[in-house]
């Protein structure tokens, strides 16, 4: 008996400490005195501001954001409803123009800085997609300026249901709070002062507004971001966020700040082109941002330590293979990318020395294939070159075949791409079957 009862007194400690525990973490996870420098009175329909310095700003910090990218969809300037497909089923961007029965128009200020920088919406927790995560490092005036700037936006009534592509348990808001619990930080950008100003405010666009982890860092089965692999790039279903650590064989490591500079103001470096997802965030996002926090961003990610990624030998095919991928090659990529990868600079990326290619997740190039691409318009590099689909031209095998050659030549070496793999994604794509002959 006695025995017993010390068993369940056990247990009961461990029940209430336990308890304590997920109480703490809870209040520091979902505590919102942050917001207090915020105004809880006035809704963002009925907000009046004059000062054109804060509204500017508040204009820049969307760009940093890329708030536009997602939440504009043909429905109007920031009205929603674009589409983002995750693991766990498709999610809808929000309306957040001033709009009272299908926006933002009745937030108040501090229930803004709730929802963008601790991911409490008015309809309950949001998910992750939308990257409070991040966005939680905004300085205090940034949220100001920014909440300045929605509230000259025109009001749009788009209703959007944001959750209804997802699948249960996930359309249930309130497990965000056990997410919420094991991967997000409640807290601001603390400055490194062993750093410079401008490595520090690198280190603030990336980490924050930028939230470049987001796309270029893995996720575990939960969606959280893997510890330890920092920006080592991420599979984003139908697209691949390559790694930009400074590895010089599958990163950044190889490229100068001026490189990475006119990549994110332009969408180019002369050898690499920015298509998928990246492009949308060259042409909403980073074309905007100053010469100063270009060239920050750039410094900042050259610190970063290298992912383990290491230098890959060109893979060596039988006669019939190698002929086979060349000769497809020539004939339908060549009069672009080259006779030697060399591509066209500015309008057509080079496959020679091009490391972004030769990730071992090759989804970008599958994709590219099958469904055809194109790259970000800029103001400095107008003429946004396209690539069209080889879905109806080329057949899986045909695919994987060529992507191999250019993966494996001009000193390029890389894992091979099977035919199962552009099946897979020809399918999931919903990408077109090969013409038939008609033989």
């Not at 009961?12 to 336990?18: P, Q």
């Not at 060109?314 to 009069?335: H, I, M, R, W």
């Not at 390029?412 to 399918?427: P, Q, S, T, Y």
Request: aromatic share 8%.
């Amino acid at each position: 008996m006695a025995n017993r009862k010390s068993i369940i007194k056990g247990i009961v400690a461990v029940v209430v400490i336990g308890g304590i525990g997920a109480g703490v973490w809870a209040w520091n996870t979902l505590n919102t005195s942050r917001s207090a420098v915020a105004d809880d009175t006035t809704p963002l329909s009925k907000v009046t501001i004059t000062d054109q310095a804060a509204i500017k700003h508040g204009a820049y910090v969307m760009r940093l954001g890329d708030c536009a990218a997602c939440h504009t969809a043909g429905k109007g300037d920031f009205a929603g409803g674009y589409k983002i497909a995750t693991p766990f089923g498709t999610l809808v961007s929000s309306n957040i123009t001033p709009d009272t029965k299908t926006g933002i128009g009745n937030m108040t200020e501090r229930d803004f800085f709730n929802a963008v920088r601790q991911g409490i919406g008015s309809h309950g927790l949001l998910y992750p997609a939308m990257p409070f995560t991040a966005y939680s490092k905004f300085t205090d005036k940034d949220m100001h300026d920014l909440w300045a700037y929605f509230s000259t936006i025109k009001p749009v009534e788009n209703k959007v249901d944001e959750n209804a592509g997802m699948s249960f348990p996930y359309n249930i808001r309130l497990a965000m709070a056990g997410w919420d619990m094991l991967f997000f930080k409640n807290k601001g950008f603390t400055p490194d002062p062993s750093k410079s100003a401008e490595w520090n405010r690198g280190k603030y666009i990336v980490d924050g507004g930028g939230h470049c982890a987001a796309c270029h860092s893995p996720r575990n089965f939960l969606g959280g971001q893997k510890g330890g692999e920092y920006l080592f790039g991420g599979n984003l279903g139908e697209w691949h966020a390559p790694d930009i650590t400074s590895n010089p064989h599958t990163g950044i490591g190889a490229s100068s700040v001026a490189d990475l500079m006119q990549y994110l103001q332009t969408g180019t470096d002369g050898v690499a082109v920015a298509g998928g997802d990246m492009a949308e965030a060259v042409e909403h996002s980073t074309q905007y941002f100053t010469e100063a926090d270009l060239k920050a961003v750039a410094t900042y990610l050259k610190s970063v330590p290298a992912s383990k990624g290491q230098a890959r030998k060109p893979l060596t095919f039988d006669a019939k293979t190698q002929q086979a991928g060349e000769l497809a090659y020539e004939v339908n990529c060549s009069a672009c990318h080259g006779l030697k990868g060399e591509g066209i600079k500015g309008l057509a990326p080079a496959f020679a020395g091009n490391h972004a290619l030769l990730s071992d997740d090759a989804n970008n190039l599958i994709h590219a294939m099958l469904k055809g691409t194109r790259a970000a318009h800029t103001a400095k590099v107008q003429t946004a070159a396209g690539m069209p689909s080889f879905a109806w031209k080329m057949d899986d095998k045909q695919i994987a075949g060529v992507l191999n050659y250019v993966r494996n030549t001009w000193g390029n070496g890389a894992v091979a791409i099977k035919a199962e793999d552009v099946a897979k994604l020809r399918e999931d794509l919903k990408a077109r079957d090969k013409m038939h002959s008609g033989k």
